[in-house]
């Protein structure tokens, strides 16, 4: 039979043991959600992956356009929404360019509207501008061709592309980021 002292003495080391089992799965997601990079806040200035895109894409070697989304955290009053779209972007196959591609973010430069892809070109449905998959005004109001941005291939994944998202002022000839 147990001497009262040894059972005092499990029951004591049993309910460490426990605590520290429960103690573990709950703190191992919390960690592994902290360290998650999605969850850390970003920097205008930091590349972002355009996601949804690759350039070994078929179509995109084919000369068509595609349409990629740029994540973010975004924090609301309760919740932190950890891959939230930020925005999107064209990237666009372009044989004279260094790397053969080009990205362009989505808003128009006249009024802000989203620019769709359409027959051989881009065209915003707001005032119907057109522009050229080189992201000049073909005919429309707007002050400037799309937007442009800096982009590099994922050192992880060299068909992935990594963006310099930014956003820029609208209705003027100047291509003026928002900070
Ligand atoms: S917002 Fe695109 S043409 Fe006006």
């Given at each position: 039979m147990a001497h009262p002292d040894d059972r005092r003495s499990f029951l004591r080391w049993a309910t460490l043991g426990l605590g520290a089992v429960f103690g573990a799965i709950l703190g191992v997601p919390a960690v592994l959600y902290l360290i998650d990079p999605r969850n850390k806040k970003t920097r205008p200035s930091e590349l972002r992956l355009v996601d949804g895109?690759?350039?070994?894409d078929a179509e995109l070697n084919q000369g068509v356009p595609k349409q990629g989304v740029i994540r973010d955290v975004r924090v609301d009053a309760w919740t932190?929404?950890?891959?939230?779209?930020?925005g999107r972007v064209w990237v666009v196959p372009a044989p004279n360019a260094p790397r053969g591609f080009r990205v362009f973010t989505t808003?128009?430069?006249?009024?802000?509207c989203s620019v769709n892809l359409g027959e051989g070109e881009f065209a915003c449905p707001c005032h119907s501008a057109r522009f050229g998959f080189d992201g000049a005004?073909?005919?429309?109001?707007?002050?400037?061709?799309m937007d442009e941005l800096d982009w590099e291939p994922?050192?992880?994944?060299?068909q992935r592309i990594l963006v310099r998202y930014e956003s820029f002022q609208a209705a003027t000839s100047a291509k003026t980021p928002i900070h």
């Open positions: 895109v690759r350039l070994d932190l929404h950890p891959s939230d779209a930020l808003i128009c430069p006249h009024m802000g005004q073909i005919v429309g109001p707007a002050l400037r061709g994922d050192p992880t994944d060299p």
